[in-house]
Each structure stands twice: as structure tokens, then as C-alpha cells.
């Protein structure tokens, strides 16, 4: 079996090794939620929010990249295999077809706070554990926290 080194052992490893599993399920998820909308969503307000899902995908994208490979340089081997995704995914999926825009802006801000909550429980959670962890994961939580205002300001009544 392959092994990499690593100065973060023990108790802390494997909170950090948790942390980021958990972490990189959470952005492959919101990636994969905000293209099934990307492509599904439709009403009068198609064009932005369809551009707006894209920036989503792109966000979750870049950080699951970041997530796994921090997993992967502390000799904690990433598992971002679609079966293991669907097995820990902890998120309410989106329905099938095509998804009216007000619902789709409801469902997105809805996902995007609910993996806020959690990227802000891993921040704590690092913090003892591996503070280079826990930077990285205050960046992903920044621009999710970004997302979800942007989508929920979509919501409000004129
Ligand atoms: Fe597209």
C-alpha cells in the first residue's frame, strides 16, 4: 500500500481526514446540484440564474480541487469516487426535470446554507487540528457564504 508522509498525526489526523472527506462530498455535491439546475432551470429569469449556476459549479469546482489535494499532500487518500458520493451525500437532492426559476433560486440558497452550517462546523473543527487546513477552508466557506446571499437575494418580493 502507498503512504505519504505527514506532520499532522495521531488524533489530529484523523479529524482532518474526516473534515476534508466531508468537505470535498459537500462541493461535489453543490457542483453537481448547481449544474443539474444549470441545465434545468427555466422561466423569465432563465439567463441569469443559469449563468449564476455556472459560477456555482466553478466555485465548488476550484474548492473540491483544493480540498482533496490538502487531503492528498497530508497522506490522507481522497475518495471522490461517484459511489462513494452518493453514499455520504448529506443534502436534499433537486427533483428531476425541468425546475421553475423562483424554486430553483429557493432550492440553490437552501443547499448553500445548509453546507455553510457545515463548512463553518469544519472551521471549527481544524482549528486545533491543522490550521493550514482550516485556512483553506475558511476561503471555500467565504465564497459559498458569497453564493448563498446572491441566490437569496434572487428570492425577495419586489
Ligand atoms: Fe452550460
Known sequence: MVTIDSAITGGDREIVANVLQAALVDLVDVSLQAKQAHWNVTGPTFR????????????????????????????????GRVKTLADSVQTPQLDSGYLQAELVAESIAALLLMVVYRFRDYVEQTDEADPVTQDLLIAATQGLEQQHWMFQAMTVES
Open 48 to 79: 441569469s440564474l443559469h449563468l449564476q449556476l455556472d459560477e456555482v459549479v466553478t466555485l465548488a469546482r476550484e474548492h473540491a480541487d483544493v480540498v482533496a489535494e490538502r487531503a492528498a499532500a497530508l497522506g490522507i487518500s481522497p475518495d
